[in-house]
């Protein structure tokens, strides 16, 4: 099955999109949601991106600078970092390091532990 990266008018996405993390954390915490499922998020500066709960399953995130990401408790599978920047991100206990060494490297799809 092909990875299906979608480019939509969620206005939270178009946040990330303009580099507006600030903005998208503001309306985060005022409880507005997105879905970050599927997204193409590549080549974005995320640097002080709130990923707590969110959803990024499925998401292109080649290039992206994700240095110092607290990604604990946001959701990943399916998701593909390659060459991303990430340096001081925090990724959840149940993702193996070598799936995030794999998928920075050679873009693979993390894959969680049973």
């Known amino acids: 099955?092909?990875?299906?990266?979608?480019?939509?008018?969620d206005?939270?996405?178009q946040l990330l999109r303009d580099g507006n993390v600030?903005?998208?954390?503001?309306?985060?915490?005022m409880g507005e949601r997105c879905d970050l499922t599927h997204c193409d998020l590549r080549?974005?500066?995320?640097?002080?991106l709130d990923a707590g709960g969110l959803d990024l399953s499925n998401?292109?995130?080649?290039?992206?600078d994700l240095r110092g990401?607290?990604?604990?408790?946001?959701?990943?599978?399916?998701?593909?970092?390659n060459v991303a920047k990430v340096s001081g991100a925090y990724f959840p206990g149940d993702l193996a390091?070598?799936?995030?060494?794999?998928?920075?490297?050679?873009g693979?799809?993390?894959r969680y532990r049973k």
């Open 1 to 9: 099955m092909a990875l299906k990266i979608l480019n939509y008018d």
């Open 11 to 13: 206005p939270m996405y």
């Open 22 to 29: 600030e903005e998208f954390n503001r309306r985060k915490a």
């Open 43 to 48: 080549n974005l500066d995320l640097r002080g």
């Open 59 to 64: 998401s292109y995130l080649r290039n992206a």
């Open 69 to 81: 990401i607290d990604f604990s408790t946001a959701r990943l599978e399916g998701a593909s970092l």
């Open 97 to 106: 390091p070598e799936e995030i060494a794999l998928s920075v490297q050679f």
């Open 108 to 110: 693979t799809r993390m």
